[in-house]
């Protein structure tokens, strides 16, 4: 088979649209931020990517209905003057090896060329390891005029972060878009790292959204927030439980 | 050397056949029950798959005679009208490496298409990690109109399961063919998964044969059931008796 | 670069040649033996396999000359009618991924073919998991007419051994070959897999010169046999007088 | 994308070249060699390699700009008739698979032959796990006529040393040199291997300059070596503070 088969159901013709990519990844904050701008943006699915490069499996569904794993992109089309035509990258996984992260990159770079791309966003969470209460946007891009250029947005370029570099989709998307001259930015959103983080995205998205000059609601975002902040408040809960019986379970032997 | 050699034996001519997938897995249930439904129907082999995707190995057999190992097409022509052809895949391993099970089942898809295949049935087990008593079958199928289709057989379509997708040839095959446009479906034995499950074989058998309108006898299920379960018998008695010893020992030293 | 290189320092136009084979393996026994064959019968070095399947890695020799990691093929002229030509293939490692296997065996085999090898002499170990007095020499063969020929050499054909099948370079050879129409055998010393083993070496190297009518001395792995059960007695005695010791030392303190 | 994709800025024409590999590996002592005779050389970059075959990442710089993650070559033109010109490889990692290892150093040397290279220095470190005061620099080299030539400059050729070859780049570019007629060494430089390590760097340098006829300072190298003593100088003390407070601590309780 072909390592990588992309599918097209239709071929969009963009105005100089921006690359943006929000796959899995570190408490899945680009997967949720790109996901959520796609649902608020209504934008239109015009291609799915399949490859050998992804886990062997399909996908089941509520209605028991399976699908191969994959890779999708959606469209959406400015209707301001002052906006950008948006391309997303969104998907059910990263490639599972390095050798296929590359080929998967370089797949996606090859199609923004030709469709017209000149700037990429790729969005990801930077586990600090511990709980975030206001979760910082860091920034990194292709060039120092970039990192200018963004600083006023309120996206933070910070000296040395991330010291390990950016790995994956992520990293690779601006990296091998520089070798062909694209440039881009990539959005890291604080997070534990422990968990699914939806107010990383959230803090992620309130910059781009900025950048991008688009409007979107986040309530279902700060549900899915909350949802997770009241499952963690439960199970302290009762782990306090547990702590306290056990005290007094303790004072009745005493 | 090709990475998929298939060397065919003979080029069977079949009428709208379906394929049938039965290969190891969890507590080899897919492979039980595909391997006793070619010994029933006495299927015919027309074709043998060798490939650097399985282990890089020999079957050595009770005569001391070595086979490489591989994956092996069967085929089986319906004698009744209301009856489909049969082509079943069946073999000693999956692939060993997420690429590798890619392309062997693309492989398989091809070929399938070629001969004419417009529906698939895959067969595996569905590990629950403890004993079942009375094995459910589980399913999920490319279209939602092949689950009410099949839900009238007994087949258990149930909401989030399997949560975490299905993994393998049995999930690939469905997803890669659905790409091409061939339906398909997965059952599911439910089993232990820690050990190998003639019951959840024989559960699915019971239902795939409603499906394909097939009579086939289960004794040679029923007798490799029984070993296993007398073999477990004899463990936990082996088990109980040296508890007891062991108590006696301690009585004594008492 | 190319994935496998093979390097001619000559084209030696054989008889109607065998193949043997003695790669590392399980206590070494097939390398042990094959390098001692080759030795004795002061085979010529005609040929050097080069490969990305092998480790990334140079050898450095007692003079501190590096040579890259390789295989190499040695040819025996036969002085005897009743003797056959024979083509080794020895070598630092096997490949180190089951893909690379497949690819260097199937070099091999192709090579063979060219040089119109019909017959295929693997030679391995075979653990049992404990030190072996009188080590068996077990047989394995790509058809039964060959286990029936080879029983009166004393190579043993037992039913069920080994159950696991014939892993690596010794399996594949014969079974690519099967599907190539040659025919062949693996002969497997028994071992206990803890250490190298030359004493499992000479008991194949026993059954095989009587099958490939060669007489050789055994002087080499004799002394090597000697060194190594030297070792180990040292090693029992220090650990002996360290027990001693450890009990005296207890006295003392009783 | 092409595995391996190497950029040129220029295309210099060189006069009988030497190529000096360091790349990253056992305490990092061949990447600081190479790359502190690169700075004080003032050599120039004039190619880039990206490949599939290294990690999947970009590196972010002070200024949160982003590179894809590579390996770099300069050259260095000689000012003197005894000095050779100079092709330095240089970069941030090596091949992360055995295969790319290979596909890598081979891409490496085909561009040295192609730019007339017929000599190789590659520099290491040799971990011997425990702190060195004052490492030797053992070498290895393609033939016993270099042996001879190198050893009157201190390089030490021990017998047995590295018993177990030489793994990776520095190797691999001797062995596939060696195979195309060029010849070289590996000079390495004894290091504990716990920790990156300056020190053995400038042992390896001393040598290399007398080889190459060429004079350099080691200021930088030897500041480096001096914060990592006194790094680990802290790092003792504290313990050993730690310990005292403890053993008064515990004096206390007494």
Redesign the interface.
Known sequence: ?EPI?I?YSMHPDLDNPVLLEGLPGVGNVGKLAADHLVDELKATKFATI?S??L??????D????????DNSLYFWRSSKPWQHDIIFLVGDFQ?????????L??AVIELAEEMGVNRIYTLGGYGIGKIVQEPRVL??????SI?EELSEYGLE???????S????AS??L???G??RGINGT?LMGETSGYFVDPAAAKAVLQILTKILKVDIEYQKLVDKATQIEDFHASILKDLEQSVEKGSKDLNYIG
């Not at 509520?62 to 794993?69: A, E, G, N, T």
């Not at 490639?95 to 080929?103: A, F, K, L």
């Not at 370029?157 to 010291?163: H, I």
């Open positions: 088979m088969i599918k399949y050998r490069f886990p062997p499996q399909v996908i089941v509520d209605d028991s209905v399976v699908r191969l794993v490639g599972i090896t390095p050798e296929g992260q590359y080929e990159a370089m920034g990194a891009a292709t060039d120092i990192v370029f910070s000296r040395g972060d991330p010291g570099g950016i790995v994956g990293g690779l601006l990296g091998l520089k070798t990539c």
